[in-house]
């Protein structure tokens, strides 16, 4: 096992009602809390098949935040809760998960409901 995939084992994502938390491989920490969630990206990054091209991007009023790699196994769970928010762009969701585009689609932003 390379270090490279031993350390990307080791990064931990969770879901829960308070906010989404990203634990990376070194220790350090990113979050964000729904209280205080401003916008959210679908960024696409044409790296695939094998590499992770698919991120979204969670940020928080005070301009930090977390990115979350679509092929997580807190994505799903993640997903879901993000379309409850009110004002999801589900249309622009769907089309940035189905485009090769190195781009970014903004699918919610706080005050815009």
Known sequence: MTQD???AQSRTVSV???GVR???ADGSEEAVTWSELSSVMVRVIPDGPWNEDVFFML???DGKGT???SGDPAADAL???LQSLPGFDNEKFIEA???D???AYVVWESGKN
Do not use: C, H, K, N
């Open 97 to 99: 998960m189905t485009t």
């Open 16 to 18: 829960d009602d308070t």
């Open 5 to 7: 995939s031993s350390s």
């Open 59 to 61: 940020v928080g009023s």
């Open 101 to 103: 585009a190195d781009q």
């Open 22 to 24: 990203r634990r990376l």
């Open 79 to 81: 997903i879901e809760r």
């Open 67 to 69: 990115a979350v790699p």
